[in-house]
């Protein structure tokens, strides 16, 4: 009977200590229950460094994955090839060696797309072909160069909010905001023998672009452009 007794009350104990429960939190955490399975948990969470795309949705900027080696799409173009069907021609850019090669992929077909890190920088200045920034949060400083930015690098001033694109820490692209402002440094004289009012003219701005603005704009106004494709968009609010 002794043994008997002791078996039941060893076999409750060990029914105490394996049933999850608030008196036995511990080991409720280590066996999650239905609503929160194994499969949900952050240990076993999909660590996939990106996702398959069909290679119609790629565009400038994104980086996807070829046969091991990372790339970053430069330009992408759709193209009709009769019967034969539609297809992209991607121009890419070897993270790894800068090296670029133009590969064609069918509209549908599916394409690993790697996911890159989006930080915010201020710009400290410009000097040369190199733009140092420095991360606000952080203070981290970067050298990065103004390629990144492409055209929009001519928009680059001090203090400005930049956003950079990196991949394992390495920056694979630049962007500045959409809408800056700019002082207009000279701008075209009214063309004699002209009656008719010109729809817009030509201004010089202060970082040296020249942009289409309205006949009525002046020397020294301050007007908000596009660096999308450097379009006039209104004067700015003083």
Same mark, same amino acid.
């Given at each position: 009977?002794?043994?008997?007794?002791?078996?039941?009350?060893?076999?409750?104990?060990?029914?105490?200590?394996?049933?999850?429960?608030?008196?036995?939190?511990?080991?409720?955490?280590?066996?999650?229950?239905?609503?929160?399975?194994?499969?949900?948990?952050?240990?076993?969470?999909?660590?996939?460094?990106?996702?398959?795309?069909?290679?119609?949705?790629?565009?400038?900027?994104?980086?996807?994955?070829?046969?091991?080696?990372? +790339?970053?799409?430069?330009?992408?173009?759709?193209?009709?090839?009769?019967?034969?069907?539609?297809?992209?021609?991607?121009?890419?850019?070897?993270?790894?060696?800068?090296?670029?090669?133009?590969?064609?992929?069918?509209?549908?077909?599916?394409?690993?797309?790697?996911?890159?890190?989006?930080?915010?920088?201020?710009?400290? +200045?410009?000097?040369?072909?190199?733009?140092?920034?420095?991360?606000?949060?952080?203070?981290?400083?970067?050298?990065?160069?103004?390629?990144?930015?492409?055209?929009?690098?001519?928009?680059?001033?001090?203090?400005?909010?930049?956003?950079?694109?990196?991949?394992?820490?390495?920056?694979?692209?630049?962007?500045?905001?959409?809408?800056?402002?700019?002082?207009?440094?000279?701008?075209?004289?009214?063309?004699?023998?002209?009656?008719?009012?010109?729809?817009?003219?030509?201004?010089?701005?202060?970082?040296?672009?020249?942009?289409?603005?309205?006949?009525?704009?002046?020397?020294?106004?301050?007007?908000?452009?596009?660096?999308?494709?450097?379009?006039?968009?209104?004067?700015?609010?003083?």
């Amino acid at each position: 009977m002794k043994a008997l007794e002791v078996g039941k009350r060893l076999s409750a104990s060990l029914s105490f200590l394996l049933k999850p429960n608030a008196a036995n939190p511990t080991l409720a955490s280590l066996c999650p229950s239905s609503h929160h399975s194994l499969l949900s948990s952050p240990w076993s969470a999909s660590q996939d460094r990106g996702v398959k795309v069909n290679a119609i949705h790629l565009r400038p900027g994104n980086v996807i994955e070829k046969s091991g080696r990372v +790339y970053q799409v430069v330009e992408s173009e759709h193209k009709q090839r009769g019967r034969g069907g539609a297809m992209m021609q991607l121009e890419l850019r070897d993270v790894d060696n800068g090296n670029k090669v133009s590969l064609r992929f069918g509209t549908e077909e599916p394409v690993e797309r790697v996911f890159v890190e989006e930080k915010s920088f201020s710009c400290l +200045y410009t000097e040369k072909n190199t733009a140092f920034l420095i991360e606000p949060e952080t203070f981290d400083q970067l050298q990065v160069p103004l390629d990144l930015f492409g055209t929009s690098a001519a928009y680059l001033k001090e203090e400005m909010k930049v956003r950079l694109q990196l991949y394992d820490g390495r920056p694979l692209s630049a962007s500045v905001p959409k809408r800056v402002t700019c002082t207009i440094k000279e701008t075209q004289a009214p063309m004699k023998g002209i009656t008719s009012t010109p729809r817009y003219k030509k201004a010089l701005l202060d970082n040296g672009l020249t942009v289409q603005v309205p006949p009525y704009l002046e020397t020294g106004e301050e007007i908000i452009i596009s660096t999308e494709d450097d379009s006039f968009l209104g004067r700015a609010n003083k």
